[in-house]
Each structure stands twice: as structure tokens, then as C-alpha cells.
């Protein structure tokens, strides 16, 4: 997760039962590269120890102790001047209504003062307190201020009750932290859209033709994008993945439907990277019943489908943003022959080659072997290496071309 490795992460923990997720949230970070420094208020500190923050950082957590200690007087701005983004999670609503009154009265609240840094905060409380007009009000004005706040989840509260309140899961707080970390970077106010997935093409109401793509590079390559700060919409089919935090995300299922989103997207986007199988062939007919097996094996005649590349590059001179179209090759055999031929009918920019026949590369695994074509004829091959890893590579690439 490159996108996290050397930032410099302020954690603030309050006072509420949720606290112990922070300590994962606090590992993760650090997993992924991050410096986490970690500062508990006297509450926190009833539900989870400074220890437990030092295990997982490796570095010195702090608390309101250490206000009152030898380094007092540079502790509060030094921690808030050196990091690159304050995240109070969880964040109750006591200390949730001193940051929007500008209190210091505690390490974090005199912290998060001195700090000029972007603000993120995840509110978590047991019901009604989220609601309550106090709160509403206190998050209106530090949303103002420019403060980032993470929605509560719904589900089952510490109290029994069920409400909103509860802060979100790891991965989630991870892909908020990772959009605001990114929102100025090198892709900010550029648009990407990336396709994801396997499409599936409807035979009657419960088959359907589909192939063994998992979306996996397509949702990295969303996550890469995000990361550099693009605006980016995820066209997907069915996946079992959960889309990066930030992603305006459009659900389709079949060839026809991706195309239509796919151009309906294109008319302000920058740069379109069709990371998804798109099927090449349908069913002719959709039964509208289910085939029964006593009808016999079924015929079953089948119609090509649109390619959407091919029609997004004759429409290229009507979209007059889109600077960059890319595409892969899922090739079997002759893989850079074959590249370099869709590079070509399809007017690509770039196209990445992946040979499906190893078993370390192309569906469905992790990790993934591309060469990279480009339309000025220079190509790069990249060394076997995670998903993530060639997607961080691609957008690198696309924001190249991009200018
Ligand atoms: N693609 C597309 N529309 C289709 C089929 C594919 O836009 N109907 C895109 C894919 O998303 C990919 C690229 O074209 O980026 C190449 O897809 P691939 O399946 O490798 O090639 P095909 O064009 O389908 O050709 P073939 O099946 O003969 O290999």
C-alpha cells in the first residue's frame, strides 16, 4: 500500500467502547508503511492502554501526562506541525463538541489546535446521541472549519440498542485516510473511469455466460487512481469485492449495459482504462422462462457484442477530454503479437498484455506479469508482482500520458 508508507498519521482515541478498534486500526496503518503516532485522552485510557498502541506503532503513545511533562511546551505543536493528517477515531461526542468550541484541555484537543494538517474524524456514540441536535450542530461547524467526517455505521450498539453509531470497520476508516492522504495528488480534478469484472449475458432467469475474471486488477487500479487523486467511477459486474472508499461506483451486469455506462461516463472523463472481460458473445434469445431439462439439451444460438473500445475510439473526436483510452490483452498464446494488434484496432494508448496461461498471472490470483504497449510502439515488461503493484504502475503510466 504505497499510498500509506511515510505518512505521518496523528491518532487520536476518546473515551468510547469502540476504542479497541483503533488498535487495529493503529496496526494496519503501521503494516502498510505508515508512522503512527498515537494520543489517548484520560477516557480512552479506561477502555485501552498506551501499551496496547505501542505494541502495534513500535513508537511512544501519549497521553494527557505527558502535557504536564519535560516536553510540554513543543510536545502539542511538534506532533500536530509534523503530521500529514490528524484522524480522531473513535471520536465521542464530548470531544466531538470541544473541537468545534476550539477547547484545549486535553493533549489531543490542545493537539488538534495547533495542528494544520487536514482533520479527520469518525464520531462513534451509543444511540440518539449522534442525532441529538448538539451533536448535528458540532459536526456542522467542524465540517465547516473543513473537517472530514466519517459516517457512523448502523447495526448493534454497546448499549443493546440498534442505531447509527458505530465506527466503521478497519478497511473502511483505511480507504477514508487514503482519499484525503491522496486528494491533491497528481490525478486531483481528472476523471477515470475504470471497468471491472467479468460481464455476464443472461440465458433465462437463473444462467447466465460469464467468464473466471475476479475484478481484482480492476478494482487496485480504481484504488490506484484514488489514491492519485483522480474523481474515479468504477464500472463494475458482480464481484465478491468491496469497491475503494471514494469511488463512484455504477453496478452493471451485461457487455450491452457496461457500454452504455461506459459511454455515458466518457463524455467528462480524462481517461478510461477497460480493465474488464467484457464477453464477446451472447445468448441471442433470453427465455423468459427457465430452460427445463425435459425440453431436451438446448441450442443455443449466440450473437457477437459490442465492443466498447472500438466505439469509444470512433466517438474519440465528440469526447474531447478523453486524453487516454487503455485496455488489456488476456492472451493465451502469442501474447505480444496479439497486444499489439488490439493496441492498434482498437487506437488504444496503452495496452497491458497478461498471459492467462501461467498460473501466477492474468484471473483471479493476486499477482499478475504485464508487458505494457504503448502507441508510440515503446513497450515495458513488468517483473511478476502484486495486482496493487501493477496498478500503481499503469496509473503512474496514464497520468504520464495524460500530461
Ligand atoms: N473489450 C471491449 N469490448 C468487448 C471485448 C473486449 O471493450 N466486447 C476490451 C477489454 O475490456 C480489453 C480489450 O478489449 O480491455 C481486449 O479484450 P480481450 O478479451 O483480450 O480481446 P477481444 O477484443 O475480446 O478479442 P479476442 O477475444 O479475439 O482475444
Redesign the pocket.
Known sequence: MSALSNKRILLGVTGSIAAYKAADLASKLTQAGAQVDVVLTESAQKFITPLTFQSVTGRRAYTDADLWGDEAHVLHVGLGHAADLLVIAPCTANTLAKLAHGQADSLLTVTALASNCPLLLAPAMDGGMYDHAATQENLDTLKKRGAYIIEPAEGHLASGLTGKGRLPETPELIGHIRLLLGRDGWLAKRKVIV?AGGTQEPLDPVRVLTNKSSGKQGYALAQAALDAGAEVTLITTPTSLTPPVGANVVNVQT?KQMLDAVLNESADADALI???????FRPKTLAKDKIKKEGGVPQVELEG??????TVSSRRSDLKRLRVVA?????SQHLLE?ASN?LES?SLDM?AANDISASDAGFSVETNRVTLLFADGSRESLSLMSKTEVAEIMIERIGKLLG
Do not use: C, R, S, Y
Open positions: 471497468t457487455a477497460m480493465a474488464a472481460a467484457v464477453a464477446d457484442t459490442e465492443d466498447i473500445l472500438k485496455g488489456f490483452a488476456a492472451e496479439n488490439k482498437k495496452i
